[in-house]
């Protein structure tokens, strides 16, 4: 539940990739300046085809929505226009060899997702 002059930002985390990802941090970046889930908090583990939170599903004809991961963010922390300047989802992760990948989402679906290793292969 937000408090008063709070704004949540919310989204869920999937592994579209073919191997394991691990230590995911992740969080927003609103006009370049980024918001990170939990204050830090990091996500273990995601498997190929893995989503966190779970997708809603229908239960006996019933949709059961399920709430998804949000950064919260105190809107004194923001810049005066917020509301219209670029946003990005983004993640920060390991793979089990030891390589960081970092990803970057437009909240604009036609702009492309952006992925890139972040240290060099040993």
Known sequence: MLN???VGFG???ANEG???AINI???IEIAGERFEYGGGMQWRALAPGERQPADDFLDQ???IRIT???VVVDERELQE???VQLRHYWAEFESVFGERFRTRNSIDPR???EFERTEPQS
């Open 81 to 83: 226009n917020w509301a």
């Open 68 to 70: 998804p991961l949000a």
């Open 111 to 113: 702009q492309p997702a």
């Open 4 to 6: 008063p002059g709070q």
């Open 18 to 20: 073919t191997g394991l």
């Open 61 to 63: 004809g019933n949709w």
């Open 11 to 13: 989204y869920k985390l």
């Open 25 to 27: 941090r992740h969080g």
